[in-house]
């Protein structure tokens, strides 16, 4: 055997060697990958619920604020109507209490046209 076939086996060997060496770390990757596979699925089944409820959570939010803006928005109707009935009661008082007080002022008048009267016929006999 000369130098070069020596070379040449000593070669062989190590590639044989690298390529053992190759395949071994190949498979640990792939055994790693795996593993990395299979937490990401198990997070991801812990995490679909968790999203499947603030969904859930999110509509219903938004379902009660709708709710309340509707709500809010009726008593304020509310408010404004009984705001307005008072304005109209407080303005017929005020003008009913003015013809009240003008058809009281007639009344004593004609009361006390009516007492004069009397008195001057009592007076009178």
Same mark, same amino acid.
């Given at each position: 055997?000369?130098?070069? #076939?020596?070379?040449?086996? !000593?070669?062989? !060997? ?5 390529? $053992?060496?190759? !395949?071994?770390?190949?498979?640990? $990757? ?6 990395? =596979? %299979? ?12 999203? #499947?409820?603030?969904?859930v959570i999110s509509d ?6 709708? #709710?309340? #803006? ?9 408010? =404004? ?34 007492? $004069?009267?009397?008195?001057?016929? %009592?007076?009178?006999?």
């Amino acid at each position: 055997m000369t130098v070069i #076939e020596i070379f040449l086996l !000593i070669l062989i !060997i190590v590639a044989i060697v690298l390529a $053992i060496y190759l !395949i071994v770390t190949l498979k640990k $990757i792939n055994v790693s990958l795996d593993l990395f =596979q %299979k937490d990401i699925s198990s997070l991801n089944l812990k995490i679909d619920p968790i999203i #499947e409820n603030l969904t859930v959570i999110s509509d219903k939010a938004v379902k009660i604020s709708g #709710e309340t #803006e509707k709500r809010i928005f009726d008593i304020s109707d509310s408010i =404004q109507n009984v705001r307005d009935s008072f304005s109209k009661l407080s303005i017929k008082n005020i003008s009913s209490s003015s013809k009240n007080s003008a058809s009281d002022f007639v009344n004593n008048l004609g009361a006390a046209s009516k007492g $004069i009267s009397a008195f001057w016929k %009592k007076l009178n006999k």
